[in-house]
């Protein structure tokens, strides 16, 4: 068994309301096993036989979309993958853990895609962006909330979609996951 995180986007904001409880008992029901919600919404921890996790973000999604009847991404990653969104994210030591993020996403980001990114939010606002493996990293040294480089700008230029956690709550999802290990 190994112990994986799956971070869903859009859950409890507009119509997609949807109880902790809900979601681990539909977690339950598809058979994973230890399913815990840490730090906010969205956030599960849950065991499962090793496989690739792109294999596991489909079947999160499928299962979103038959029990729930919502459309929501399920970024699926392992602890290492998780620590990874950290260690690789090069704007977490110089920026405020609030505020820098790492955006999860459903594939991997084509460079040229990025650059259109870059360019379209060239004088925007103060934010840093770089790409990382099926991630982009932020720095919102504005605030994430006055940003305007929003979800909808950053999907429709990079073709993915995604869903961001701070690196704050990445650090606590982690540490969860290395003290479940320890049981």
């Known amino acids: 068994m190994a112990r994986y995180v799956a971070l869903f986007g859009s859950i409890n904001v507009g119509g997609n309301r949807l109880t902790m409880a809900e979601l681990r008992a539909a977690f339950e029901a ?4 230890n399913v815990e919600t840490v730090v906010a919404s969205g956030n599960v921890l849950f065991d499962h036989e090793e496989r690739p996790t792109r294999g596991l973000e489909e079947k999160l999604e499928r299962m979103m979309r038959q029990r729930f009847g919502m459309r929501s991404l399920a970024a699926v990653r392992s602890r290492d993958e998780l620590a990874a969104a950290i260690a690789d994210n090069p704007f977490a030591a110089d920026g405020a853990p609030n505020l820098v993020h790492t955006l999860f996403l459903d594939s991997d980001p084509d460079p040229d895609q990025f650059a259109v990114l870059v360019a379209d939010h060239e004088g925007r606002g103060p934010e840093r962006l770089a790409m990382g493996p099926r991630a982009l990293y932020i720095d919102y040294a504005g605030g994430a909330g006055n940003s305007r480089l929003t979800m909808p700008f950053i999907e429709r230029r990079l073709q993915c979609r995604g869903t961001a ?13 290395d003290a479940n290990q320890d049981d």
Do not use: C, P, Q, Y
């Open 30 to 33: 598809e058979g994973l096993t």
């Open 165 to 177: 956690r701070n690196v704050r709550s990445l650090a606590r999802i982690v540490a969860k996951l």
